[in-house]
């Protein structure tokens, strides 16, 4: 059975809306999807919806940005009961990061560039994406001449936009609204549902006592198969599942269409999870 644990609409930083894309996962014959946004629940509701017109099983899910000890990592929750107690801890990182996006708006102007940064901050209710954010500083009269000067490059694409406005030591970091795991794991006795370690190898998290140390918290499983990770990623990823007894899951990491006429557009042209190939994973989608 085709499943999809890790998906993204415009409540957070994919391209499509909840309805587009469970539109887009029933054309790929998926089964079961989990729409894991960034930091905010506010998808679930539409998505769920057509998922159903679809007859796409949903699991309730979502992304967070989380610490441990300083080391920053992304976790996947799958399965809460209680959404309303998730709210003031997601509102939370919500504002501080408003409050980050804010700041690095204003550190553009220093760069030449022009902002409208309070209204672009006030488009989003929920998590502030930063693709999003990247197009309309670039659509403002004059910056696109500005950063193509700078990049050398008529037709920068969105990475290298990032990197240089946005993830440059010189000039300041935009980091993300992190939450310690800690309080994560405290928060999920009440509400329940399971944890995801999600695509370690994007980060190189795989090591051994990283992940010894994450099972005796009480994290519940590690992401296997995932467009971010080698095939060698994959199986030791899966060894180590199965040395820890975690659960496994998989995920497109879906986020948007390429464009720009190239032939492969998105992930699940090439890229297809099976359930029966992800021990335990029957604990989340049931």
Not at 113 to 124: A, M, P, V
Not at 174 to 203: A, C, D, M, T
Not at 223 to 235: D, F, K, N, Q, T
Request: charged residues 25%; contains cysteine; hydrophobic residues 35%.
């Amino acid at each position: 059975m085709l499943i999809d644990l890790q998906v993204h609409s415009t409540y957070s930083d994919g391209y499509l809306t909840p309805t587009e894309l469970a539109g887009f996962l029933a054309k790929n014959n998926i089964k079961v999807a989990s729409l894991t946004d960034h930091n905010t629940l506010g998808g679930q509701p539409e998505f769920a919806r057509a998922c159903q017109r679809h007859k796409i099983k949903t699991v309730p899910g979502l992304e967070l940005y989380v610490t441990l000890n300083h080391r920053k990592f992304n976790i996947l929750w799958f399965n809460y009961r209680d959404s309303s107690r998730l709210h003031k801890i997601l509102r939370e990182s919500q504002i501080r990061r408003r409050d980050k996006v804010r700041k690095a708006l204003n550190r553009l102007k220093r760069r030449g560039l022009k902002t409208n940064t309070e209204e672009t901050i006030d488009k989003y209710t929920h998590y502030i994406p930063l693709n999003q954010v990247v197009w309309e500083v670039f659509g403002m009269p004059g910056n696109k001449k500005v950063i193509t000067r700078v990049l050398g490059n008529k037709n920068p694409r969105e990475e290298e936009i990032i990197r240089e406005y946005f993830r440059n030591h010189q000039f300041g970091i935009l980091n993300e609204s992190y939450i310690n795991i800690k309080r994560i794991l405290e928060l999920r006795k009440k509400v329940g549902g399971q944890i995801i370690l999600n695509h370690p190898g994007k980060h190189n998290q795989l090591g051994r006592e990283f992940l010894q140390k994450l099972k005796k918290l009480g994290i519940d499983g590690i992401e296997i198969l995932s467009p971010h990770h080698s095939v060698g990623a994959a199986m030791y990823a899966q060894q180590m599942a199965r040395e820890l007894n975690f659960i496994e899951t998989g995920g497109s990491d879906f986020h948007r269409h390429e464009g720009g006429g190239f032939p492969l557009q998105n992930s699940l042209e090439y890229f297809r999870i099976d359930s029966k190939y992800l021990k335990g994973v029957e604990k989340i989608i049931g």
